[in-house]
C-alpha cells in the first residue's frame, strides 16, 4: 500500500545556507505523526516544501504514491493535501462561516464562478455549518473572526483546512499562541479526527506530542535525526542532547 | 581612423557620459527601494532640484563651478531629511498603491514649484571656461566638459563604492538592505540609518542632476520625463544593489546612444522591450537577490 | 443535519444573499447622469468625459482595488480600444456598437496576453512590466504614423448612428446618452463580478495570497480572468472616446492618462465598486474649473491634494464616508 506522503532526498538551499539536507520521510495512511526539533530546525520550511509554497533544490514527494514535486500548490490541495498555518491566516473581517464556506466552495469547484452571487449556494453552507457543529463552531458562525479569542481561531484555522476535505493534513503548531485554558479544546479535537487523515503536526509541547502521536521524527538543521516511536525517542540520548544541550548522564 | 571605429567610439564615449548621469542620479533610488522597500518615483525631483540649484547659482550669483556643484549636493541633501521626515517616514511599510500615489503628488508638486520660480523652459548650461571646448587626445577630440562628466562621475562612483565597502556606515547599510530585522537586532539604529543613506541618496542625485545638466536638460518637468529611465535604471540592475545600477545604467546609455546615431526611431521601443525581456528573465534585477 | 442546524443555515443564505441585492442609493447615480443631461445641456462634451473615465476607472477597481494588481500601464488597453475603434470607423466600419465590442474584444485580447506573461511578476518588477508593455504600445503608434496618423492623431472616421436611429449631433446629446448607457452596462458587469464567488476570492487573493493557495485556489487564473476583464473595459471606454469624438491622439495610451485614472480613482475611494463615480467628476470638473485657468497652480494642489488623502484618507471620499458612517452609528 502506498504511503499517504513521503519525501525522497528533499533538499533546499538558500546559497550557502541549507535549510533541508536530504530529508527522507514517510507518512502512513491514517497516522498520528509528530515532526519536532529545536527553533531553526526547519520543520516549517519542510511544509512549506511539500505543499509546495516552496521549491525544492533537489529531491522528489509523492502524495499517495504519485509524484506531486512538479505540481503548484492549488493542485496538491485539489489532490488532498491541506495544511493550517503557524499564525492565523485567517480572513478577520470575515465571517467564521464565510472563511469555511471558501475553503468548501474552493473544494467544490463552484468558487469561480462570477454569475451567481456569492453565498447562494446552499450546498457549501450546509457543509460548511456542519463542519463547524463537529468543530463546536456553530454558534459562532455569523461572528467575525477577528471578534473570537485566539484558540477559538485556531480552531476555525482547522475547521477551514478540514473543509477541503484532505487525506493528508500538516498541522503546523496547532496549539501555538493559545492560553493553556483553551488548548486543551484543540487537543480534543485533534484526538477526534477521522482516523483515515494521515495527519502529521509540528509541535514543540512535549505533552501534546506524546499524547497525540503514534510515530516521531525529530528534525535538526534540516536533516531527520531519528525517527521512531515515542518511547523510543523519549529514550534516545542523542535526542535529549539536541534539546537539553548535554550528554545523557551514563 | 575609419568611420566605423570613429562612430564606435562616439557612441561608447556619449553613452558612458550619459550612463554615468543615470547612475549618479538612480543610486540613490536603489538604496531607498532596497533599503526601505519604499518605491519612491519622485526620486528624479532632487536630481531636478540639484540642477536648478547649480544653475541659479551660476547664473544668478556667479558662484564658481565646483562651489555652486557643491552646494546643490548640500542643499538637496539636507532637504531631503525635511521631506523625509515629514512625508516618506510616515509612508514606511504602507502598501504600494499609497506610495507610488504619495510620489506622484510630489512630482506634481515639484512641476508646479519649479515653473513658479523658474519658468517652463529648460535651465542654460554654460559649463565654466577650462570646462568648454574640445579635448585633443591626439587621434580624436572629445568635448571637455563631457570627458569631465566621465572622469568626474568614475571618481564619484569610485568613492561611493569604497565607502560602502571599506566604511562602518557602508557596513551597517550593506546589512540592513540585507536583512533589516537581523541589523536592527544586533542594534543598527535603522530610522537614523535611513535617514542618512535617503540623504546621501538625494544629494547623489543632486550631484548627477547637475553635473548632468548638460545631457539631461532642467526643466519643470525632468522627474517626468526621465522617470522610466531611472526606474529600468534600478529595476534592471536590482533592487538594494550598488553595483547593479551601474551596469544597468551602462547598458541603458550605451544603448540609447547606440540607437541615437544609428536608428533613432527605435531606442525607446527596443530598451522598453529590452527592459520587458530581461526583467521577464530576472525579476530580481540583475545584481538582485532572488526571493 | 438537524432541523435547528438548517434553520441556521438558511439565515446564514438570506444575510449573505441580502448584502447583493440593489440598494436603493445605488439609482443615485444614474438619477444624477440623467438629471445632468436635462440640467448643463451646454456641457454634455465635458459629461461624456466624465462617463466615459468613470467607465475606465472602474475597470482599474476591479484589478486594482479587488485583485490587488498596482498598475501603471492600464492606459494600454484604453488606448487600444480608442484606436481599434477609430481605425474601425477610419476605414468603412461605421457602426458603432459592434466597433465597440470589437474594440472591447481586442483589448480584452492584450490584457489575455500581457497577464499572461507578466503577472507571475510581483512588486516593482510588476509595475515595471505594466509600465513597459503601455510605453511600447505608445511608441509602436507613434511610429506606425502611417496606420495611426502617428503624432497628429487618427482623424477621418465616420461614425454611423446608434441602431441605426440616433445620429451623433453637435450638441453631444446622443453621445452623452450612449456613454451613460455603456457605463450602466459595464456598471452591471462589475458589479455582478464583485458579488460573485469569483469576485470574494479576488479580495482574498488580495489580503493573503498565501491562503488562496493553501485553500487550493488557481490564483494566477483569477487575477488573470480579471485583468483580461478588466482591459476589455478599459478598451470599450476608449472605443467610447473614439466614437464620440472622433479623434485619437497618442496621449489615449500615456502614462499621464494612465497617471490621472489612477489619482481619480483614489480620490473616490479604491476597491468599493463606487470611488470611481464619486473621483472622476470630483477630479474632472475641479480639473474644467481650475487647470484651464492656471495649469500650474492646478499641478500644485491636485499633488497637495494627493498626497494628503494617502497620508489621512487612504480610504478616499468613500472611505472618509465610511468612517463617518461607523462614528454615528456608534461602533467607530
Known amino acids: 500500500m502506498n504511503a499517504a506522503l513521503e519525501t525522497h532526498g528533499l533538499c533546499k538551499s538558500f546559497g550557502a545556507l541549507a535549510v533541508a539536507n536530504d530529508i527522507e520521510f514517510r507518512l502512513e495512511p491514517g497516522a498520528r505523526h509528530a515532526l519536532i526539533g529545536p527553533n531553526g530546525a526547519g520543520k516549517t520550511t519542510f511544509v512549506n516544501l511539500v505543499t509546495g509554497a516552496l521549491a525544492p533544490s533537489a529531491g522528489r514527494i509523492l502524495l499517495d504514491g504519485d509524484d506531486i514535486t512538479a505540481l503548484p500548490q492549488a493542485q496538491r490541495v485539489k489532490r488532498g493535501l491541506a495544511r493550517t498555518f503557524q499564525i492565523n491566516t485567517l480572513f478577520r473581517g470575515l465571517s467564521v462561516l464565510e472563511n469555511v464556506c471558501l475553503a468548501i466552495g474552493e473544494r467544490m469547484g463552484v468558487a469561480g464562478d462570477i454569475y451567481r452571487p456569492a453565498g447562494s449556494r446552499r450546498d457549501v453552507v450546509d457543509e460548511a455549518y456542519a463542519a463547524l457543529e463537529r468543530l463546536g463552531l456553530a454558534a459562532e458562525a455569523q461572528r467575525l473572526v477577528r471578534e473570537l479569542s485566539y484558540g477559538r481561531q485556531r480552531l476555525v484555522e482547522l475547521a477551514v483546512a478540514l473543509g477541503l476535505k484532505p487525506k493528508v493534513l500538516l498541522l503546523d503548531e496547532p496549539a501555538a499562541g493559545v492560553p493553556s485554558s483553551e488548548s486543551g479544546i484543540i487537543v480534543d479535537t485533534i484526538e477526534s479526527l477521522p482516523a483515515d487523515i494521515a495527519l502529521l503536526i509540528i509541535e514543540h509541547d512535549m505533552d501534546l506530542v506524546f499524547r497525540l502521536a503514534r510515530r516521531i521524527t525529530v528534525l535538526v538543521q534540516g536533516a531527520v535525526l531519528v525517527e521512531g516511536t515515542p518511547q523510543e525517542i523519549a529514550a534516545d540520548p542523542r535526542v535529549r542532547e539536541v534539546y537539553l544541550g548535554e550528554r545523557a548522564p551514563a | ?291 | ?332
Open chain 2, 1 to 291: 581612423m575609419s568611420a566605423a571605429v570613429s562612430a564606435f567610439i562616439s557612441i561608447a564615449f556619449h553613452g558612458l557620459a550619459y550612463a554615468m548621469v543615470l547612475y549618479l542620479v538612480s543610486v540613490g533610488l536603489s538604496v531607498t527601494m532596497g533599503l526601505m522597500g519604499f518605491i519612491n518615483l519622485a526620486h528624479g525631483v532632487f536630481a531636478a532640484a540639484g540642477g536648478y540649484v547649480m544653475t541659479r547659482l551660476i547664473n544668478a550669483y556667479h558662484v564658481p563651478f565646483p562651489l555652486a556643484v557643491a552646494a546643490a549636493f548640500v542643499v538637496v541633501g539636507a532637504g531631503s531629511v525635511v521631506l523625509e521626515r515629514l512625508l516618506y517616514r510616515r509612508l514606511y511599510g504602507a502598501d504600494e498603491l499609497s506610495q507610488v500615489l504619495m510620489t506622484v503628488g510630489l512630482i506634481l508638486m515639484s512641476v508646479a514649484i519649479f515653473k513658479f520660480f523658474w519658468g517652463p523652459l529648460a535651465q542654460p548650461m554654460q559649463p565654466p571656461a577650462y570646462l568648454s571646448g574640445q579635448l585633443d587626445l591626439g587621434f580624436r577630440s572629445f568635448p571637455t566638459y563631457r570627458s569631465f562628466l566621465i572622469v568626474a562621475g568614475a571618481a564619484l562612483v569610485t568613492l561611493l563604492w569604497l565607502g560602502l565597502e571599506r566604511t562602518r556606515f557602508g557596513a551597517r547599510i550593506r546589512a540592513a538592505v540585507d536583512n533589516r530585522r537581523m541589523a536592527q537586532s544586533v542594534g543598527i539604529d535603522t530610522d537614523r540609518l535611513f535617514t542618512l543613506a535617503f540623504a546621501l541618496g538625494s544629494g547623489l542625485a543632486a550631484l548627477g542632476g547637475a553635473l548632468g545638466a548638460e545631457i539631461l536638460a532642467i526643466d519643470p518637468g525632468y522627474a517626468q520625463e526621465h522617470l522610466i529611465y531611472f526606474l529600468i535604471v534600478v529595476a534592471v540592475g536590482g533592487l538594494g544593489s550598488i553595483k547593479g545600477p551601474f551596469f544597468a545604467a551602462l547598458l541603458l546609455g550605451i544603448t540609447d546612444t547606440a540607437f541615437k546615431y544609428k536608428l533613432p526611431e527605435f531606442g525607446a521601443f527596443f530598451i522598453y522591450a529590452m527592459t520587458l525581456a530581461l526583467l521577464l528573465w530576472r525579476p530580481q534585477g540583475l545584481f538582485g537577490r532572488s526571493s
Open chain 3, 1 to 332: 443535519m438537524s432541523d435547528a442546524l438548517a434553520g441556521r443555515a438558511t439565515q446564514a443564505v438570506e444575510a449573505l444573499l441580502r448584502r447583493h441585492r440593489l440598494r436603493p442609493w445605488e439609482a443615485l447615480p444614474w438619477l444624477a447622469g440623467a438629471a445632468a443631461f436635462f440640467a448643463f445641456p451646454d456641457y454634455l462634451a465635458l459629461g461624456s468625459q466624465i462617463l466615459i473615465n468613470i467607465l475606465f476607472a472602474l475597470s482599474l477597481d476591479l484589478i486594482l482595488g479587488y485583485a490587488g494588481i498596482v498598475t501603471l500601464g492600464h492606459a494600454a488597453f484604453f488606448g487600444v480600444g480608442a484606436y481599434t475603434a477609430g481605425l474601425l470607423a477610419a476605414h468603412g466600419w461605421s457602426e458603432p456598437l459592434s466597433g465597440l465590442v470589437v474594440a472591447g474584444l481586442v483589448a480584452g485580447l492584450v490584457g489575455l496576453v500581457s497577464g499572461a506573461i507578466i503577472l507571475r511578476t510581483r512588486g516593482l518588477t510588476l509595475l515595471m512590466l505594466t509600465l513597459m508593455i503601455a510605453v511600447m504600445l505608445q511608441e509602436a503608434a507613434n511610429k506606425a504614423g502611417s496606420v495611426t496618423g502617428g503624432a497628429d492623431g487618427l482623424q477621418g472616421m465616420d461614425v454611423a448612428p446608434v441602431l441605426d436611429l440616433f445620429r451623433f449631433d453637435l450638441y453631444g446629446r446622443v453621445a452623452y446618452l450612449y456613454c451613460l448607457a455603456l457605463l450602466f452596462l459595464g456598471w452591471l458587469a462589475a458589479r455582478r463580478i464583485v458579488h460573485s464567488p469569483f469576485g470574494r476570492s479576488l479580495t482574498g487573493i488580495r489580503e493573503n495570497e498565501a491562503r488562496m493557495h493553501a485553500i487550493g485556489s488557481p490564483v494566477f487564473r483569477r487575477r488573470l480572468t480579471i485583468y483580461a476583464i478588466a482591459a476589455a473595459l478599459a478598451g470599450i471606454a476608449g472605443a467610447l472616446l473614439a466614437q464620440t469624438t472622433q479623434f485619437v491622439a497618442l496621449e489615449v495610451l500615456s502614462f499621464e492618462r494612465s497617471g490621472a485614472v489612477l489619482i481619480m480613482l483614489i480620490l473616490g475611494g479604491v476597491g468599493r465598486l463606487y470611488g470611481a463615480f464619486i473621483g472622476v467628476p470630483l477630479y474632472m470638473i475641479l480639473q474644467d474649473r481650475f487647470a484651464q485657468a492656471d495649469p500650474v497652480y492646478w499641478d500644485f494642489w491636485i499633488g497637495l491634494l494627493l498626497i494628503i488623502v494617502v497620508v489621512f484618507a487612504r480610504g478616499g471620499v468613500l472611505g472618509l464616508g465610511e468612517r463617518i458612517a461607523q462614528r454615528l452609528s456608534g461602533r467607530g
